[in-house]
């Protein structure tokens, strides 16, 4: 079955320091989408990926998607408090309206 | 938020007693997703539908049932809660597309199963 693979599951920073968090699917995605979730709080969507090699950013945030469409990754340069939660990658198997979600990162950022 | 809202928020149940978690919304959307969170697993896919009464089966759909006879409403039920089943459940509805529309969630069920 899918299996939307996230690493690492927990890293901590300094404010300041920059952060990246990878997923990774073993079949070729249609598309992809990252959503952050903060602590007590709901997963909100923060954006998609479509093309090939497609990156968008975000203020801070940049998001990639691999040239094979099969990883994609967040990074976030000098972080915040504000970015403290947990991030998710999420695939849609085409075909079917399946969100399949990975297992998240959670960011810890110390002032 | 999409207008969605679940309830209860919080459940307290024994083992063995049914429990049925409820997810409404306001804005007559087809694609409806149940979701459980539980620490090291994120959020794993429980059933989803795309119609009324268009259901499917997502990753760990063992011991759930869900029902949707109305558009706005999608329901989950545990038959017979089992300790296993607690967790925190999220219902989200996709806005803009079944293959691309992006997910709004609702606030989340805490179930406790005694």
């Known amino acids: 079955g899918q299996q939307v693979m996230q690493i690492p599951q927990y890293q901590h920073v300094q404010e300041g320091e920059d952060f990246t968090t990878y997923c990774n699917s073993s079949?070729?995605?249609?598309?992809i989408q990252w959503y952050k979730q903060r602590p007590g709080g709901h997963p909100v969507f923060l954006i998609q990926l479509v093309k090939s090699g497609e990156v968008k950013k975000q203020k801070r945030l940049t998001f990639q998607f691999g040239e094979a469409k099969k990883n994609s990754s967040l990074h976030i340069t000098a972080t915040q408090t504000t970015d403290v939660g947990t991030y998710f990658c999420a695939e849609v198997t085409s075909g079917t309206y399946k969100y399949i979600f990975g297992t998240g990162t959670r960011l810890k950022v110390l002032a | 938020d999409a207008g969605i809202t679940q309830s209860p928020r919080h459940k307290v149940t024994e083992t063995g007693t049914p429990v049925t978690l409820r997810c409404h919304q306001t804005e007559n959307h087809r694609y409806m997703y149940w979701y459980r969170q539980d620490p090291g697993h994120g959020l794993r896919l429980i059933h989803y539908?795309?119609?009324?009464?268009?259901?499917d089966k997502g990753e760990v759909s063992d011991g759930y049932s869900v029902s949707r006879s109305k558009t706005e409403d999608f329901l989950l039920t545990l038959e017979s809660a089992t300790s296993s089943q607690t967790s925190v459940y999220f219902c989200a509805i996709s806005v803009g597309g079944p293959n691309t529309g992006e997910l709004f969630f609702g606030e989340g069920s805490r179930l406790t199963v005694l």
């Open positions: 539908s795309y119609g009324v009464k268009d259901t």
């Open positions: 079949t070729t995605l249609s598309n």
